[in-house]
């Protein structure tokens, strides 16, 4: 009676350049922000009205979105996962927000501990001409700075139908 979606998204800290790093990762936050359809926080309260539940995760290759919910809800949860994918809003006020979000797990997965600072210069040591040394939630610098111009390309490029995965 219950249905696990997965929606496999290509795209990592490894589809990242010098620069505009960690943008992944902001995706990961973004795409339950709101839509040109659905106002932020739409996304979980539909879902949890329909009885599902979700959550999302960034590595190095793969962004990964997750719902759980009854089958009936099914319908609900493919309307929803499409508007993000075709109608994701770029809110200034929103981005701005998610960026302090974003800077905040940074400051406290990697700045404020030492195993994950010395994790992230051991992996950036290891791959240094190789995207893998770039770090997923990305480096403070281009954390401040990415543009809207940057959060819309990135967008466009990886989250696209030909680059996601669903499995049910």
């Not at 790093?21 to 995706?27: E, K």
């Not at 590595?59 to 089958?71: A, E, L, N």
């Not at 319908?75 to 929803?80: D, F, I, K, P, W």
Request: negative net charge.
């Amino acid at each position: 009676p219950n249905v696990a979606l997965y929606n496999w998204v290509r795209v990592g800290s490894r589809n990242e350049v010098p620069g505009i790093t960690g943008l992944a990762h902001f995706f990961e936050h973004m795409m339950f922000n709101g839509t040109s359809t659905h106002p932020p926080g739409d996304f979980d309260r539909l879902l949890e009205a329909g009885g599902a539940r979700n959550n999302a995760s960034t590595s190095t290759d793969v962004t990964v979105y997750q719902d759980w919910f009854p089958r009936g809800s099914l319908e609900l949860v493919l309307g929803l996962e499409a508007d993000r994918l075709r109608n994701l809003a770029f809110d200034p006020k929103v981005i701005e927000s998610e960026r302090g979000v974003v800077y905040s797990e940074r400051r406290l997965s990697v700045d404020d501990s030492n195993f994950g600072r010395l994790m992230e210069q051991a992996q950036a040591t290891a791959f240094l001409a190789h995207p893998y040394g770039i770090p997923t939630v990305g480096w403070p610098s281009d954390i401040e700075s990415w543009k809207v111009e940057d959060l819309k390309k990135f967008f466009a490029t990886h989250y696209a139908p030909n680059n996601c995965t669903l499995v049910l």
